[in-house]
């Protein structure tokens, strides 16, 4: 799993070699919910991503420096991130 992660934070893609392929999340993505209830739903409505993008495309760098990734991830491929 720390690989995964490691390739998105570099390049925006989880997929390296000898990793299993991660596809891409769509739009009518499903998910497993686990907790007080359980059951498959959407992995995220559309307004919240809205909403969520929004916000961050105006708080992006405030976010990253907050917990110490500013220095590490390219703010341009961030601000492309935040705007797609």
């Known amino acids: ?4 992660w490691a390739n998105f934070i570099k390049n ?3 997929n390296g ?19 007080d209830s359980w059951g ?6 559309p307004t919240r991503i809205d909403l969520i993008r929004s916000w961050f495309s ?3 760098e405030w976010c990253l420096g907050w917990v ?6 390219c703010p341009m491929a961030i601000a492309d991130f935040a705007y797609a």
């Open 58 to 60: 105006q708080n992006v």
């Open 1 to 4: 799993m720390q690989s995964y």
């Open 17 to 35: 070699e000898e990793l299993t392929y991660w596809p891409p999340s769509k739009e009518d993505a499903t998910t497993m919910w686990l907790g």
């Open 40 to 45: 498959a739903g959407k992995a995220a409505e």
């Open 12 to 14: 925006g893609n989880p």
């Open 68 to 73: 110490g990734l500013w220095d590490i991830i």
